[in-house]
């Protein structure tokens, strides 16, 4: 069964949207406050965690902060609409995805469904004997284990993050614009616009070069995309 980490301090959010998950077949643990949830999520075995960003005693970012210095966890943000630089702060950060409030539960519903799809794919190459390897110079991506390795050092990412290097490195050199990218990391019927691939790319570049301060393979052409240079 997949088990889901909804935390929000709306009580009225939470009461809803915990009926429509579960509706879905989803197992849903509630939190009204950052730290009750963070602490949850630390303790227990989540598919997906879906957060608030302005909430009690730990909001969404620190929520997101902490976590990712331990788990690769895929997380949601339910934002509202006059937060736009926490939307693109918490992508920075590690987050896979975000809606923005007032949501259609319907949506939202299908944002999960595309993350644990994707999840799962992962999950299920790892339990293959695939030794499917990409290698790029430095970089060398082991597609059945969903690792990364720079010059021999691992990198953790997250599954949008993976996906989108997958794309780029898969065929260097070559040209991939933001649609392009999009198809590769979220599904046919999931919309996202370019700032959030933009986000997820300078999270990855900040990931290299904090292991390396001379990475420079991931390359921007303005207003074309983005495409991996091998070193």
């Known amino acids: 069964m997949t088990e889901i980490c909804l935390i929000d301090d709306d009580q009225n959010i939470l009461a809803s949207l915990s009926l429509a998950l579960k509706s879905e077949g989803y197992i849903i643990s509630t939190f009204s406050d950052g730290l009750s949830g963070l602490n949850s999520l630390r303790e227990d075995n989540y598919d997906i965690a879906i957060l608030d960003i302005k909430m009690p005693r730990l909001d969404g970012l620190e929520v997101l902060q902490k976590l990712r210095q331990t788990s690769n966890l895929p ?5 509202s609409k006059d937060e736009e630089v926490d939307q693109l702060l918490g992508l920075k950060m590690g987050a896979d995805d975000y809606i923005t409030k007032p949501f259609s539960q319907k949506l939202l519903i299908e944002r999960v469904r595309a993350i644990l799809r994707r999840s799962k794919e992962v999950k299920d190459l790892n339990n293959t004997d695939s030794n499917d390897i990409i290698k790029r110079g430095k970089l060398s991506l082991n ?4 690792e990364c390795f720079w010059n021999g050092l691992p990198i953790k990412l997250t599954v949008t993050e993976f996906l989108l290097l997958e794309s780029l490195a898969s065929r260097p050199g070559y ?5 392009q990218l999009m198809s590769a990391a979220y599904d046919d019927d999931i919309y996202v616009d ?4 933009d986000s997820h790319i300078k999270r990855l570049r900040k990931k290299f070069k904090d292991l390396d301060e001379s990475f420079e393979s991931i390359e921007t052409l303005y207003g074309v995309g983005y495409r991996y240079i091998k070193e």
């Open 75 to 79: 997380v949601i943000f339910l934002t």
């Open 143 to 146: 597609m059945s284990r969903h």
């Open 175 to 179: 040209v991939k614009s933001r649609d």
């Open 194 to 197: 370019d700032r959030t691939i």
